[in-house]
């Protein structure tokens, strides 16, 4: 059984339990002791990340051994959901512990409204000091609302840390790739390789950032503090080191090199419109696995550093993601139009020495119910908005909520980018939403046309073979649970919504940024100044 199999396992065996009825987590979770003094609280994210990729995951290959070697002591949760398949509604439950259907930021609505009580609004307000860094510009402080709360907010763009983040990725360029928009020999005319393209590959500078932040601290509160790292989103860029230790040598780099994985290219694959070989398209997931390697030494040296000042002991480290990624699956790449175990099978682990001991929990867990487990693990009262039925990953206590996904919102940025580059071209697949569940080792992924997409979990991990119509009872039967469970979410509240939110300007640094990651249209928003 190779590893992605044992991983398929272990997510069905944990679902099971779960229909069983099976809430007891494993041995060492469940009993929580209470620290004497309130515990800190660390996230790190790392943005665009599949858990079938890293080692404590089972991955083949040897993505992320220091990691590995951390979360041997935490527990890991084998078998985590992102209710979102995106940067905005993913974060916004994070931060909210809501559905996307219930806090309502998404595509159509980029903000997240400020009547929400936010998981740093509520430590703050109950004793914390709080701090968030940022490679992602979605989290912008003046952008999209997403960090209220958060009394001291560093971007990696900004102008204390562009010049050194810019430096860490100009060391890893090679001056023969075309592969990126910012590659050195990429074809598009007028490329200029200007600093303003680099500041998002940002993992040693966060370290050198919180620290700093940790010494001229002149408080002795706990603190509650976000750290986003971007290295393993598009447009990748790993060392060369790293390429070395999870490639097939010189050749395939070469071919990494070579491959055109712009976000034209990448639209124009999803919509059939390019193709790729299969060398391609190893060495294009071959350069994902290198980035997830660069990621583990940034994240692992600054662990190490916390240790050694003593800050562990008593700090809640959560390690997770808001997302997958697809890198050729069902005929897509990146993170649009479905919602595939690629795009939202996220890793989830805790860390708290002063109070739990390794473990790993095979039970399905949505890393939503991070608000709520945090709140309560440290020992706070129930915030002001509180959801009594939201769920306790550690104690094993599911939310009302379950474990789902789901894309409220359909991709007309990316249709509309194909179209410009094949006139006339059409495909009206761009305009669906989806939500998916598991039961059992079934899953079913609905959308909004009617589309029943049903898989065996056990035999086909890949979801390749939809089963829907060769199975109509257990579709029926799968897609009624589903109703009962997304009939129980609260609906956004349009009324709600906050006069000026969705939009603020971007300024330029902001705007080159969110260019780059393919959040906006940089030609669109040409012809717009035009």
């Known amino acids: 059984m190779d590893s992605t199999q044992k991983a398929v396992v272990g997510f069905v065996v944990g679902i099971l339990a779960l229909v069983g009825g099976a809430t007891a987590m494993m041995g060492g979770v469940g009993g929580v002791a209470t620290p004497a003094e309130p515990p800190n609280v660390l996230i790190i994210l790392w943005d665009t990340t599949r858990s079938d990729r890293l080692s404590m995951y089972g991955y083949d290959l040897t993505t992320t051994p220091r990691m590995a070697k951390w979360a041997e002591n935490a527990v890991v949760f084998e078998n985590a959901m992102s209710p979102g398949m995106w940067t905005v509604p993913s ?17 159509e609505w980029l903000w997240l409204d400020g009547h929400n009580t936010t998981l740093s609004e509520h430590f703050q307000a109950n004793g914390y000091d709080t701090y968030a860094f940022s490679a992602n510009p979605n989290l912008s402080a003046s952008r999209l609302n997403l960090l209220q709360g958060f009394e001291t907010i560093e971007m990696s763009w900004s102008s204390r840390w562009k010049r050194p983040v810019s430096r860490i990725a100009q060391k890893k360029l090679l001056k023969q790739d075309r ?13 200029d390789g200007g600093e303003r393209t680099f500041t998002y590959n940002a993992g040693p500078v966060i370290h050198q950032a919180f620290t700093e932040w940790l010494d001229r601290r002149a408080s002795d509160k706990p603190f509650l503090a976000y750290l986003s790292y971007m290295e393993s989103h598009k447009p990748r860029i790993p060392s ?24 034209n290219s990448q639209l124009s694959y999803g919509f059939g419109q390019k193709s790729y070989t299969e060398e391609e398209l190893v060495a294009i997931n071959h350069v994902y696995d290198a980035c997830l390697v660069d990621l583990d030494d940034a994240t692992a040296d600054l662990l190490d550093d916390l240790e050694q000042r003593g800050v562990l002991d008593n700090t809640i480290v959560v390690f997770t993601s808001d997302h997958g990624e697809l890198l050729g699956e ?12 690629a795009l939202i099978h996220i890793p989830l682990i805790v860390s708290w020495p002063a109070s739990l001991k390794g473990s790993r929990v095979t039970e399905p867990v949505s890393n939503m119910d991070t608000y709520n487990t945090l709140v309560e693990l440290a020992g706070l009262p129930a915030p002001p908005d509180a959801d009594t039925s939201r769920g306790n990953f550690i104690e094993g206590r599911p939310g009302k909520y379950g474990v789902f996904s789901e894309s409220t919102a359909t991709d007309t940025q990316g249709y509309a980018r194909v179209t410009k580059l094949f006139p006339g071209f059409e495909d009206n697949s761009w305009d669906r939403t989806f939500r998916t569940m598991v039961d059992g080792n079934w899953k079913i992924i609905l959308d909004n046309v009617g589309g029943v997409e049903l898989y065996d979990m056990l035999t086909d991990h890949d979801e390749a073979h939809n089963l829907a119509e060769q199975a109509p009872e257990r579709s029926a039967a799968m897609a ?11 609906p956004y509240d349009i009324s709600l919504r906050e006069e000026g939110g969705g939009e603020v300007e971007d300024d330029a640094a902001t705007k080159a940024q969110l260019e780059l990651l393919g959040y906006i249209d940089d030609e669109e928003e040409e012809e717009e100044e035009e």
């Open 179 to 191: 592969s990126t928009e910012i590659s050195p020999a990429f074809k598009k005319t007028g490329n």
């Open 240 to 263: 060369l080191a790293a390429r070395r230790r999870v490639s097939g040598g010189d050749d395939e780099i070469r071919t990494q090199l070579h491959t055109d994985l712009s976000f």
């Open 330 to 341: 069902h005929q897509l790449f990146g993170h649009r139009r479905s919602v595939y175990q």
């Open 480 to 490: 009624k649970q589903m109703a009962k469970l997304t009939d129980g979410f609260t």
């Open 91 to 107: 974060h916004a439950s994070l931060f909210t512990g809501k559905p996307p259907t219930t806090h309502g930021a998404d595509v």
